[in-house]
T-cell receptor, first 115, second 114 residues
């Protein structure tokens, strides 16, 4: 399967703990996006990378959130000192600048539950 | 990016065409219309996009009005597997520029009934 993969698929953690999610984009895609989705809502943009450069961050991305893409391939999203309000589905997407319209292809998501 | 308005829910009989409307009255001249769908507990899936001409691919057809203020996504022969939330999004389509994020509304929840 050459699609976007995310790991883990599910994560349950206690409030105050740190969590890290991983996203592996489609191999030739140089853009990578993180979104967050709560129940009944559409996805909300968090941040995006072009290669290893983080080009845009949402105001939703508080100081407790950090994302990296060190070699321009996979990316990690870390949440420090988790809160119950962080419970959501975290979605990763990738796209390519060689594509005409920059369609984003999404992974299956990581569902985070903070207890 | 312009905002979109979609009905919250629709029903369709299996085998019939599903026509999903979207209003985007403030769309700019360089903004494209994108459609994605999200099946329950899965990540969103790209369906189709267009600027001003009607578009068709293996999944769906996109009809954009001449004034570009609204569009309709057509699933010609809906199946049970098409039950999903369908999102209409407008965004600048060019690869130039830094504003690459997608801004999502609540979408239309389509139920295809046997």
């Amino acid at each position: 399967d050459t699609g976007v993969s995310q790991d883990p698929r599910h994560k349950i953690t206690k409030r105050g703990q740190n969590v890290t999610f991983r996203c592996d984009p489609i191999s030739e895609h140089n853009r990578l996006y993180w979104y967050r989705q709560t129940l009944g809502q559409g996805p909300e943009f968090l941040t995006y990378f072009q290669n290893e450069a983080q080009l845009e961050k949402s105001r939703l991305l508080s100081d407790r959130f950090s994302a990296e893409r060190p070699k321009g391939s996979f990316s990690t999203l870390e949440i420090q000192r988790t809160e119950q309000g962080d419970s959501a589905m975290y979605l990763c997407a990738s796209s390519t600048t060689s594509g005409r319209m920059d369609e984003q292809y999404f992974g299956p998501g990581t569902r985070l539950t903070v207890t | 990016d312009a905002k979109t308005t979609q009905p919250p829910s629709m029903d369709c009989a299996e085998g019939r065409a599903a026509n999903l409307p979207c209003n985007h009255s403030t769309i700019s001249g360089n903004e494209y219309v994108y459609w994605y769908r999200q099946i329950h507990s899965q990540g969103p899936q790209y369906i189709i996009h267009g600027l001003k001409n009607n578009e068709t691919n293996e999944m769906a057809s996109l009809i954009i009005t001449e004034d570009r203020k609204s569009s309709t996504l057509i699933l010609p022969h809906a199946t049970l597997r098409d039950t999903a939330v369908y999102y209409c999004i407008v965004r600048v389509g060019s690869n130039a520029g830094n504003n690459r994020k997608l801004i999502w509304g609540l979408g239309t929840s389509l139920a295809v009934n046997p």
